[in-house]
């Protein structure tokens, strides 16, 4: 440190600035410490008393130490949200081009090729649910711990905290249910209750990425990051419940039990969920608009949409949500994310003008399909999710119609029974169609 602390401060940020812009060739870097400290001597340091050969020692050490240990700092590549997300998305392709090129399909070439870090690689890569030595982990858990951890990697695929009800974890891992079933016996739902903290436990210490903690009646869930102690949590538990609520949990699609089902498929519990939500006006929470956006795809990454619209739903200042969110995308600066919210508020308000017109619940599938275009899509890219759809269409609507034909709005009262169903199959009390049956569905292949 030199014997004149503001001389020292003075030239020592000089010297970073002109690394920035300049570079820290060590020549250049001397005179532009000189030159400004002569500058300073001249105006704010005038009468400092710095003598010249404290001037000259300044000089040296400040241009010497910075030279040797200061960088200037890499620019982050200025790149749109969506050019991000589609690079996270390419990530599998540069997997593919290393083994085509006679290299181990590995993180660190897949990196290589594509002239990423291998950390980032990596985490687009688990984006994408290909982590081999996550999932090694994970496969070497006891049967009820992989189950939850898949579990939560379903549900909360990014990074983040969130807030779960413990009796609803334990419908989910146990039953595959959303909540406890009334007539689970006293003494069982006691004994999970008792078990459920410890498999959490068990997840949290399998170094997998999510740490857990129970509080009362509540789970607090952290991916990538770690609470910092229970007092920590607590307050961060009580104004996350207070401000963002309780998230539900979703069965992994790798599920033997969830593929076998027919109302688990989520491009049906999907579009069931969309045709159903089509003539409402209010949301509690921007969870009920997720089958939207899986649907209508406006974004490869709909996060800065989501947050758009979780705060139309809370603002709700014109009772309407369309309106809500119409008004806020007008003053979204990112032009990608206003065309979106302008482009899910026009579909949301053409369906809900079909299911208005309270016509058959047929015809009212057909017309969500036309606005969203998901059969098109699933008969190429999914054709038994077509077929079930397909079933849907042509043998469960017109059936559960005709019960509530003389309802005064036979749409809505058709989709509120269907949402009744998956529980009925879940009791064995509905029969869903047989595999040969699901056939004579399936999309053409001419």
């Not at 050969?53 to 200061?70: A, C, I, K, M």
Request: glycine share 6%; net charge positive.
């Amino acid at each position: 440190m030199s014997a004149n602390p503001d001389a020292f401060e003075y030239l020592r940020k000089s010297a970073y600035s002109h690394v920035q812009k300049h570079g820290n060739e060590v020549q250049a870097l001397r005179r532009h410490c000189r030159d400004t400290l002569d500058a300073w001597l001249r105006g704010d340091g005038e009468g400092s008393g710095l003598h010249p050969s404290e001037t000259e020692s300044l000089v040296e050490d400040v241009s010497y130490w910075v030279s040797r240990n200061y960088r200037r700092p890499k620019r982050k590549t200025l790149r749109r949200r969506e050019e991000r997300a589609a690079t996270a998305m390419a990530a599998p392709g540069f997997l593919e081009y290393a083994a085509e090129d006679g290299l181990k399909p590995s993180v660190r070439n897949a990196a290589r090729i594509s002239g990423q870090s291998k950390s980032t690689m990596a985490r687009h890569l688990r984006l994408q649910g290909i982590s081999p030595v996550r999932n090694r982990k994970i496969n070497a858990l006891p049967a009820p711990v992989k189950r939850l951890a898949r579990i939560l990697d379903s549900s909360f695929p990014i990074d983040g905290a969130w807030l779960v009800e413990l009796d609803h974890c334990i419908a989910k891992l146990w039953d595959d249910r959303d909540e406890l079933s009334e007539a689970l016996p006293r003494s069982t739902k006691s004994e999970r209750r008792k078990k459920l903290p410890e498999l959490l436990a068990a997840v949290s210490a399998a170094g997998i990425g999510f740490n857990v903690l129970v509080h009362d009646n509540l789970i607090a869930i952290r991916r990538g990051r770690r609470f910092h102690g229970m007092k920590d949590a607590a307050a961060w538990i009580e104004e996350e419940e207070r401000i963002n609520g309780l998230k539900l949990l979703r069965s992994p699609e790798t599920d033997g039990r969830r593929r076998q089902r027919f109302w688990d498929d989520p491009w049906v519990s999907d579009v069931l969920a969309v045709m159903l939500t089509g003539n409402w006006r209010t949301f509690s929470n921007a969870d009920q608009l997720e089958p939207w956006l899986r649907l209508l795809r406006p974004l490869l990454d709909p996060r800065p949409l989501v947050a758009v619209i979780d705060t139309a739903i809370r603002g709700a200042m014109q009772d309407d949500f369309v309106l809500d969110l119409q008004s806020l995308c007008a003053g979204v600066t990112d032009r990608e994310i206003r065309k979106a919210g302008y482009n899910l508020v026009s579909v949301m308000e053409t369906i809900r003008l079909y299911a208005e017109r309270g016509w058959e619940p047929v015809d009212y599938f057909g017309d969500v399909d036309h606005e969203l275009r998901f059969m098109t899509y699933l008969a190429t890219k999914a054709p038994k999710s077509y077929a079930k759809l397909a079933y849907f269409r042509s043998v469960v609507l017109p059936a559960i119609a005709a019960e509530y034909e003389d309802d005064p709005n036979p749409i809505y009262a058709t989709l509120k029974r269907c949402t009744a169903l998956p529980d009925e199959e879940r009791a064995g009390t509905w029969k869903a169609p047989t595999a040969k049956e699901l056939a004579a569905f399936l999309p053409s292949k001419g």
